[in-house]
């Protein structure tokens, strides 16, 4: 039975759709969440169509790490009108079963359009597919139903859980379209924020640290990669106050970091001779003999090339890179657990985050009680083929809207993964 055990006051509870607290809101704030999360990605439709008229690009390429906007805004209201409006087991949250029974859609085509099931990558690009026009209509229909429905939920986890979930999912969705405007060289306006001041390393003394949480009642929503417990002994460690630097990174490219294969893991050296990669993605000119013209690294940033700070985070960085970066210092890639107790514990020291998303060390792994949610059991987005394979991505990015910016975040991606706004930082061996 579904459960009906109401969610208790409790410290940390939001006042804000903007806080990372989300992950426990109730009916209301809910609402209003999701009413902002749908009218951003409305937002950045509308500026992702002015952008591609400014360039001249009649239809989005078929490039690694993009699809059409149309197709990936249809997905979003697709997404929550199969979870919530169609699912009629809802009520029962993470226990729901991975393939409930379900309504017909408001969109009798929907499935075929934007199940990903159904429509495989390289057929989102279809003439068949709605236009933008229609695409937002459905967004605002969808919405409307959403908010219906959740009025009548029960104040639960378990009632609201299917609502966190849609709200977090577009919110992923936003910054994935802003990823894929960085790639398409698309100018929507966004600024990185300055950097600040650079800090020396960080020593954090041992401890005991328990990752990960047992999902229950009052414990909020948690991706299916957050859930089980990994108790753990840290050592004492010392870690970055912030991530690796451009000002860090060009003293790598200048002692021949690309050409050392000493630094490189097997793997990392494949994809380094494959790719003939010189620099980080979207990089044009690194090092020293830049510095005259106002920066040592010159990037492209939504189609522009921008002189990059030198305190600023080195970003578009694939893990192999920051492994070899790590090698090249003599030092090594944080871990999952030092990452988060220095964001927990060293704050007021000087542990800055949210510029980049991070790399962790080693490969991603479940906990100890894993379970998979009916999202992940029942899409493409299931964490069970990536285990042992894909790398975890700890903290935010500047894309990352700031309900999402939650120290228990666990993101994962292939170490390739490049496209991404994603940078890393180092302990001492």
């Not at 009916?27 to 400014?54: F, P, V, Y």
């Not at 919110?171 to 020396?200: I, K, S, Y």
């Amino acid at each position: 039975m579904p459960s009906t055990t109401p969610v208790l006051p409790a410290p940390g509870l939001p006042h804000s759709i903007d806080s990372p607290d989300m992950r426990r809101a109730g009916r209301e704030l809910l609402s209003l969440a999701l009413i902002d999360a749908r009218n951003h990605t409305l937002h950045l439709l509308g500026l992702h169509e002015q952008a591609m008229q400014k360039a001249g690009m009649a239809s989005v390429p078929q490039v690694a790490g993009v699809m059409p906007q149309a197709w990936l805004a249809g997905h979003i209201g697709w997404f929550a009108e199969w979870w919530i409006a169609r699912n009629t087991q809802r009520a029962f949250g993470l226990d729901c079963p991975a393939r409930p029974t379900r309504l017909a859609a408001i969109e009798p085509m929907a499935d075929s359009w934007w199940n990903p099931a159904q429509r495989g990558v390289a057929d989102r690009w279809s003439q068949d597919l709605p236009d933008l026009a229609a695409t937002r209509a459905y967004l605002l229909e969808t919405l409307e139903s959403t908010l219906e429905l959740l009025e009548r939920a029960a104040e639960t986890d378990a009632g609201l859980y299917f609502y966190r979930l849609a709200l977090f999912h577009e919110d992923l969705r936003g910054e994935q379209l802003v990823a894929m405007a960085q790639t398409l060289g698309l100018q929507l306006g966004a600024e990185l924020p300055p950097p600040g001041a650079a800090r020396e390393p960080i020593s954090m003394p041992a401890t005991r640290w328990r990752l990960g949480l047992v999902p229950g009642e009052g414990s909020g929503f948690a991706f299916a990669q957050e859930c089980g417990i990994e108790e753990l002994e840290v050592p004492e460690f010392e870690i970055d106050a912030q991530p690796v630097t451009w000002m860090q990174f060009v003293e790598f490219v200048e002692d021949g970091g690309y050409d050392r294969e000493d630094l490189w893991s097997p793997q990392g050296w494949a994809w380094l001779q494959a790719e003939g990669r010189r620099a980080p993605r979207h990089v044009e000119q690194i090092g020293a003999a830049h510095r005259g013209t106002g920066g040592s690294v010159l990037q492209r940033r939504f189609g522009v090339a921008t002189r990059a700070a030198g305190h600023q985070s080195a970003m578009h960085v694939s893990w192999w890179e920051a492994e070899a970066w790590a090698r090249w210092a003599g030092r090594r890639l944080a871990t999952e657990a030092e990452w988060e107790i220095a964001a927990h514990g060293a704050s007021r020291r000087g542990f800055r985050w949210g510029e980049v998303h991070e790399w962790a060390a080693g490969t991603l792994r479940p906990w100890s009680g894993f379970r998979l949610d009916p999202w992940s059991a029942g899409s493409d987005f299931d964490p069970l083929p990536a285990f042992g394979h894909a790398r975890v991505l700890r903290g935010a990015s500047f894309a990352t809207r700031a309900r999402l910016r939650s120290l228990r975040f666990r993101g994962f991606a292939a170490p390739t993964r490049d496209d991404l706004f994603v940078g890393f930082r180092t302990c001492a061996i």
